[in-house]
């Protein structure tokens, strides 16, 4: 059983930074993508950031380049998204989830990816006050 361990969430003022960890175990295949998506109240779930375990390569969305940094730890099998400059719009649960289905970065902007989203980690909410 994949489990996806996901925490670092809080309360920060816009500017400031966090990072959230999700430590991952369990998944069955050596090459998989693993980021984060989130959803704010009302709004649909989006692909904010991942990384593919094979090449490295990595996704960011639009709203989010510059200012969040995904990293991994093999050893530690966790993924890091640090983010800074936090906006009142960054506001949001923000959920780890891993593809090994297909290994594609494109299931973080795809408009039907998160169907081969094979686990989900527990919500940590990110809440930034203006």
Do not use: H
Request: charged share 15%.
């Amino acid at each position: 059983e994949v489990q996806l361990q996901a925490s670092g969430g809080g309360l920060v003022q816009t500017g400031g930074s966090l990072t959230l960890s999700c430590a991952a175990a369990g998944i069955p295949f050596d090459d998989y993508v693993i980021g984060w998506f989130r959803q704010a109240p009302g709004k649909e779930r989006e692909g904010v950031s991942c990384i593919r375990l094979g090449d490295s390569s990595i996704y960011y969305r639009d709203s989010v380049k510059g200012r969040f940094t995904i990293s991994r730890d093999n050893a530690k099998s966790t993924v890091y998204l640090e983010m800074n400059s936090l906006k009142p719009e960054d506001s949001a649960v923000y959920y780890c989830a891993v593809n090994w289905v297909t290994a594609s970065l494109s299931s973080w902007y795809g408009s039907s990816g998160q169907r081969y989203i094979g686990a989900w980690g527990q919500g940590t909410l990110v809440t930034v006050s203006s």
